[in-house]
């Protein structure tokens, strides 16, 4: 079964605009992680926020988590055709025997130059 | 180092055939992991090991899904008499430690086709 849902489930934006992502998701964790992935390719980590943290920035990312809401937000500023992939929040439980990571169905994000 | 590694990249195989995925994790990473994504899907959690220890392998679909990481490095997973619904992409991970709290790197997947 999979905890997190993107939100939307496409986006399709011109070069240049931003890029908004939405996760929710459903027990308590860990930390979550945002990945992309290329069509047929493997999945590329790009940041992983602690259940104690409420933004954190690398590069043209942006992430938020609001643990009282059980959600998360991606925002990619100034996109690139390149930042053309599906995104993927993931979440690793809290307090879980499990070292798993649990998998939303992806935002697939479409950035025309 | 080189990340996470596996081959074959494609595999063909008819029904009923047995396939081996194989996984090359990073270099010291305790924990690895097998994702089974489906197309349009996010990877679903199939099992898990720590070292050599497989602690979790609930995802496993059905008894004809097996993994080993008999050295706490390397592992396989096999597949006994593949039906057409073992189709999907199946990923490789690895973290540091432990997979809940540290980054999970993954590897570029093997695509499986059964005819």
């Known amino acids: 079964s999979q905890q997190g849902e993107e939100d939307p489930q496409a986006l399709s934006i011109q070069e240049g605009e931003n890029a908004t992502m939405n996760c929710s998701y459903k027990t308590s964790i860990n930390n979550l992680q945002w990945y992309r992935q290329n069509s047929g390719r493997g999945l590329v980590h790009l940041i992983l926020i602690r259940s104690n943290e409420r933004e954190k920035h690398s590069g043209r990312l942006r992430v938020t988590l609001d643990t009282s809401k059980k959600s998360s937000s991606l925002l990619i500023t100034a996109s690139r055709a390149a930042d053309t992939a599906s995104y993927f929040c993931?979440?690793?439980?809290?307090?879980?025997?499990?070292?798993?990571?649990?998998f939303g169905k992806g935002t697939k994000l479409s950035v025309k130059p | 180092g080189a990340g996470v590694s596996q081959s074959p990249r494609y595999k063909v195989a008819k029904r009923g055939q047995d396939v081996a995925l194989r996984c090359d994790p990073i270099?010291?990473?305790?924990?690895l992991f097998w994702y089974q994504q489906a197309l349009g899907q996010g990877p679903e959690f199939l099992t898990y090991f720590q070292n050599e220890a497989q602690l979790d392998k609930s995802g496993l679909p059905s008894d004809r899904f097996f993994a080993e990481r008999p050295e706490g490095s390397v592992s396989t997973l096999k597949i006994q008499r593949t039906q057409q619904e073992d189709s999907a992409v199946y990923l490789c991970?690895?973290?540091?430690?432990?997979?809940?709290?540290?980054?999970?790197?993954f590897g570029p997947g093997t695509r499986l086709t059964v005819l």
């Open positions: 993931a979440t690793g439980l809290y307090g879980g025997s499990q070292g798993n990571l649990i």
């Open positions: 270099s010291g990473h305790v924990s």
């Open positions: 991970a690895s973290s540091l430690r432990d997979g809940a709290r540290d980054t999970q790197y």
